[in-house]
C-alpha cells in the first residue's frame, strides 16, 4: 500500500444500541430478553458456569442451550460493534459493514484516524468534507460510503451527501430507494424527510442524489447548497460528501468548496498525477483546503493517506 501527496433532522431516529441501559446488563438477561433462553436454562447455565469456572457464553454453548452466533451478537452490543442482519440490501462494496475484520477496512480505520487528528477535531466547524478526484471510477462512492460507516461506529454522528447528481451510487450501496434526494431538496420540493436513517447502522444517515436533474451545476452552485451544508453542521459532527469526476465537470470544485475541505484521492495505475496536481491547485485557489491525499489501490480497493 502506497501512497503520495498531491500539489438536521428534527425526525432524527436515536438507535444507540450500545448504551449502558442496554450494553452493561449481563449477557444472561439480554439473551433472556430477547427471547434466546427462558430463564429456568439462563439459571441453569449459571449454575454450570459457577462450577466450571467459564465464561457465561461458553457455559451456554457447552450445556447445548445457547449458539455461537446467540453469544457473538451479545458481544457486539457490550463491545459497541454494529451487528448486520443476516439479510441485507448493502452492496458488497460497503466493506467496512460487511467485512469489519479485513485488512483493506484496518487500512480505512488508519485512514479515519488521520482525518480526526487533522479535521473534525481541530473545530467544530470543520464537520464537512468533500471526497474528490480527477477522473471516473477512481473510488470516490467507495471510499466516502466505507469512511462514513466507520465514523458512525466512533459514535459520531455522520451524514453522507451523495452530490453527484450525475451518476450517484450511493442509494446502490446502501440499498436505498434513491427516488427523493439531494437534488429535490435544493429544487425546494423536499426537505429534511430526504435524509435516510440507516438503522442497521446507528448514527449514520444518507442524503442520496435523488432524480437527476438537468441542471445540476447550477442547483449545486445556488445558495441553498450552502445554507444545507451549514445547517447540518449543527445536527451531525461528521458530513462526508460524494463528488463526481472534476475533469468531467465543474461540481466537484463547487461542491468542495461549499464544505471548505476536500479529501483527494487518486487511483493506482488509473489517475493522472498532473490532472491530480492542477486539481489540487485549482482548489486550494478557491481557498479549499486539501486536507490529505489517499491512494486507492483498485480493484481491491486498499487505501493508503497522506
Request: aromatic share 6%.
Amino acid at each position: 500500500m502506497n501512497s503520495q501527496v498531491f500539489p438536521l433532522p428534527a425526525n432524527r431516529l436515536d438507535l444507540d444500541i450500545s448504551g449502558p441501559a442496554e450494553a452493561d446488563r449481563p449477557m444472561g438477561v439480554i439473551l433472556v430478553d430477547w427471547g434466546r433462553l427462558t430463564q429456568d436454562n439462563a439459571q441453569r447455565i449459571l449454575d454450570f458456569q459457577k462450577k466450571a469456572g467459564l465464561p457465561f457464553g461458553e457455559a451456554g454453548i457447552a450445556m447445548g442451550l445457547l449458539t455461537e452466533e446467540d453469544v457473538r451478537q451479545v458481544l457486539s452490543l457490550q463491545f459497541g460493534h454494529t451487528d448486520l442482519p443476516e439479510e441485507t440490501s448493502f452492496s458488497t462494496d460497503l466493506i467496512a459493514a460487511r467485512q469489519p475484520q479485513s485488512l483493506a477496512v484496518e487500512h480505512l480505520r488508519a485512514l479515519r484516524s488521520q482525518l480526526m487528528l487533522r479535521w473534525f477535531e481541530n473545530d467544530a466547524r470543520q464537520a464537512a468534507l468533500a471526497v474528490v478526484s480527477p477522473g471516473s471510477g477512481e473510488g470516490r462512492s467507495y471510499i466516502t460510503a466505507n469512511l462514513a460507516v466507520l465514523f458512525s461506529q466512533l459514535g459520531k454522528r455522520t451524514l453522507l451527501i451523495d452530490a453527484d447528481l450525475r451518476k450517484p451510487r450511493q442509494h446502490r450501496i446502501f440499498g436505498l430507494a434513491g427516488r427523493i434526494g439531494l437534488s429535490a431538496v435544493l429544487a425546494g420540493r423536499a426537505g429534511w424527510e430526504a435524509v435516510c436513517e440507516i438503522p442497521a447502522l446507528p448514527d449514520l444517515s444518507v442524503l442520496p442524489a435523488g432524480a437527476l436533474p438537468p441542471n445540476p451545476q447550477e442547483l449545486l452552485a445556488r445558495a441553498g447548497f450552502a445554507r444545507l451544508v451549514t445547517a447540518m453542521r449543527s445536527s451531525y459532527e461528521v458530513i462526508l460528501i460524494d463528488t463526481p469526476a472534476a475533469n468531467t465537470c465543474a461540481d466537484a470544485g463547487t461542491i468542495a468548496v461549499r464544505a471548505g475541505a476536500a479529501l483527494m484521492l487518486a487511483c493506482r495505475d488509473r489517475s493522472s498525477v498532473p490532472r491530480l496536481a492542477n486539481l489540487t491547485e485549482d482548489l486550494r485557489q478557491f481557498g479549499v483546503t486539501i486536507v490529505g491525499a489517499v491512494l486507492n489501490g483498485a480493484p481491491s480497493h486498499d487505501a493508503a493517506f497522506r
